[in-house]
């Protein structure tokens, strides 16, 4: 048997292998897509984690204590802002404030469907969608003399006609990023919280004094206070069957959001490209908002799954406002003045002038055609028989937590 020679083993152990080099090159890229799909997650997480505890904070003091949700979330969040800069939880929570943000206003469209609004009947959906558009235009138009920015007035009537915070966020998402786009934005979901807290307070009181029937109750409350919860809340002061029909009222403006939006992304778009007209993208959050509310209104969305999507859709809401809250400077919000707050008094008193007078014509001509009736000697019709929400399901009114 022939003598193994030494230096030729050592010399063909260390031969290159061609495949020794696809083997490093797989697991280098192992390695590499794996750092490239944990590494965004580490860097986002310990903000989403911190917006997401403000966010089970506030919850858990609405829960026992009782107020605003939102409010809670978004004062917590300032306390918090110097996170926001320069931190390990910066990247995170501008992924709260944009993307979580955006999911939210998504699964808004799950809470919606056409059986709804077609129950509202047309006055109601007619008033509705003269209120959204008129207040809108209101906010666009008065800016100016006040000396604020279209964009302001446009985000400050979205949210007055539509759903409060909520349709703030919505159309902050869609406005053109200016300098002071997030500190408008934080103002006006506080004013607008400040404004349908006083209205779930005044409101009913107004009601009774116009002695109002359930009805147009629930009509004036569901088309005039800003957020739903708060919309909810004022109908059970008068009674279930108010608050029935001013949720479902609450509900065809919370619908409108996407039309809404639709229109700025267009308007904003037209007039941001000068003389060049450019075809506005509409943004994945809205088509999913759209996408929602036909599923539901086929039933294609199970009624347990309802619930859920609704509870999911909160969370990130409430977590996107902390995350905003955490992002605004109390000395930067000083800034803004008194002029936004006349602004937004002056949008909550039109729309609230506009739904009174919308009931009052609608009174005097039910009036005017039963008062043949009358004056032969027949029973007067009662109010009751005039709502087409009779026989209603009260659990209209517990879809909602806020919008």
Excluded at 34 to 52: K, Y
Excluded at 132 to 159: D, N, W
Excluded at 256 to 273: C, E
Aim: with cysteine.
């Amino acid at each position: 048997m022939p003598t193994p020679d030494y230096e030729t083993e050592i010399g063909e152990s260390h031969m290159f292998d061609p495949s020794s080099l696809g083997r490093t090159a797989h697991k280098r890229s192992v390695y590499f897509n794996f750092r490239s799909v944990s590494e965004p997650f580490h860097r986002l997480a310990p903000g989403v984690l911190v917006s997401a505890t403000i966010a089970m904070a506030a919850t858990f003091i609405s829960d026992h204590h009782g107020g605003p949700t939102l409010l809670y979330a978004l004062l917590v969040g300032i306390a918090f802002h110097f996170l926001s800069k320069g931190s390990a939880a910066s990247a995170g929570i501008e992924f709260s404030a944009r993307t979580i943000l955006r999911i939210g206003v998504a699964l808004l469209g799950a809470r919606i469907s056409a059986g709804q609004i077609a129950e509202l009947g047309f006055m109601p959906v007619t008033l509705v969608l003269c209120g959204v558009a008129t207040t809108i235009l209101l906010g666009r138009y008065l800016a100016g003399p006040l000396g604020l920015s279209k964009s302001f007035g446009v985000l400050t009537g979205g949210a007055v006609a539509i759903c409060g915070a909520s349709a703030a966020l919505a159309i902050s998402a869609v406005l053109p990023q200016s300098k002071d786009h997030e500190r408008d934005t934080l103002f006006t979901v506080i004013a607008v919280t400040l404004f349908s807290t006083m209205a779930m307070i005044f409101y009913p009181l107004l009601v009774r004094a116009l002695m109002l029937d359930d009805r147009a109750a629930g009509i004036l409350l569901g088309g005039t206070i800003h957020d739903v919860a708060q919309v909810v809340g004022a109908g059970h002061l008068i009674s279930e069957r108010a608050a029935v029909v001013a949720t479902y009222v609450k509900l065809l403006r919370v619908a409108m959001l996407m039309p809404a939006v639709m229109a700025i992304i267009y308007a904003f778009g037209k007039a941001g490209s000068g003389n060049v007209s450019r075809t506005p993208v509409l943004p994945f959050f809205l088509v999913a908002f759209a996408f929602l509310a036909i599923l539901n209104s086929f039933s294609f969305i199970p009624g347990f799954a309802v619930e859920p999507i609704s509870s999911a859709s909160r969370w990130c809401l409430v977590c996107a406002i902390s995350a905003l809250g955490m992002k605004t400077s109390i000395e930067e919000l000083s800034k803004v003045g008194w002029r936004p707050l006349i602004l937004m008094a002056a949008e909550t008193v039109f729309i609230l002038v506009l739904v009174l007078t919308a009931i009052t014509l609608e009174r005097e001509r039910s009036a005017a055609i039963h008062a043949p009736n009358s004056q032969v000697g027949s029973m007067p019709v009662p109010s009751g028989k005039m709502s087409l929400f009779a026989g209603a399901p009260t659990a209209g009114a517990q879809q909602a937590h806020f919008c």
